[in-house]
């Protein structure tokens, strides 16, 4: 959907990866590794980069007028992949801890490293969570969850929204992007977890006047979701 811009890594350990770049509003580009092979956790999705752009926009980030949502909030990102969201989020000072199995923390530790230089005010580091086990590591609740592209494997809609249940206080907002998919087994898969997830969640979609107006799709939806008051 939108243009990859990759290169061939120079060097032979580096074979194994891709890059795709993600520029800031400011001109600076986030390089985001890939691997070649891998699960789906190993590229950057459409999704991903829709989320990463939507921090960015005005509401929460206009250096011009002083505003900066993200400078010192503490944000946890889930099923982070390459970590891409969550590196933009502490690129624009955000103290973020990014989350993902066992198997992609070599490739999210990798990201990190490349683009520290990007990171003045914020933090990120990278940490296993697997849904549905203890997340008390990651209390008390962060003031924002990220999630890119995580509503699409059946077994893992229901441990997803008890890890949600488990990590989000009153004050919480998660900011979910998930492309809309068609084929299959998904129309069912994204039914089922929103209706688990209304059960203590309020669910917000975000108009895509209020996205950033080049990294945007109708396939592609943004929500703003938060615990239900007791």
Same mark, same amino acid.
């Given at each position: ?38 699960d789906v956790g190993c590229v950057v999705w459409d999704a991903a980069i829709v989320l990463a752009k939507y921090l960015e926009t005005s509401q929460f980030y206009e250096p011009s007028s002083g505003v900066n949502v ?22 624009? #000072?955000?103290? /973020? ?9 070599? !490739?999210?530790?990798?990201? @990190?490293?490349?683009? %520290? ?14 849904? #549905?086990?203890? /997340? ?9 969850? !990220?999630?890119?592209?995580? @509503?699409?494997?059946? %077994? ?61 799709s109708p396939d592609i939806h943004i929500l703003h979701i938060r615990r239900k008051a007791l």
């Amino acid at each position: 959907m939108f243009p990859v811009e990759s290169n061939m890594a120079a060097d032979a350990d580096e074979s194994q990866y891709f890059v795709r770049e993600i520029e800031r509003n400011d001109g600076c580009a986030l390089k985001v590794k890939q691997c070649y092979l891998g699960d789906v956790g190993c590229v950057v999705w459409d999704a991903a980069i829709v989320l990463a752009k939507y921090l960015e926009t005005s509401q929460f980030y206009e250096p011009s007028s002083g505003v900066n949502v993200w400078s010192g909030s503490s944000v946890l990102e889930l099923g982070a992949g390459t970590g891409a969201v969550g590196l933009m989020a502490a690129t624009l #000072g955000a103290q /973020v801890t990014v989350t993902d199995l066992e198997d992609l923390q070599s !490739l999210l530790r990798v990201n @990190i490293q490349d683009n %520290q230089e990007l990171i003045d005010h914020g933090s990120i580091t990278a940490k296993v969570l697997k849904w #549905g086990e203890d /997340v008390s590591e990651f209390l008390p609740p962060p003031r924002y969850v !990220l999630m890119a592209d995580c @509503i699409y494997y059946e %077994q893992s809609i229901v441990p997803l929204v008890e890890s949600l249940k488990l990590l989000c206080g009153p004050e919480t907002c998660i900011i979910c992007c998930y492309e809309q998919r068609t084929e299959g087994v998904n129309p069912e898969v994204e039914r089922r977890f929103f209706e688990l997830l209304q059960q203590n969640f309020n669910c917000e979609k975000i108009p895509s006047d209020k996205q950033d107006p080049e990294f945007s799709s109708p396939d592609i939806h943004i929500l703003h979701i938060r615990r239900k008051a007791l």
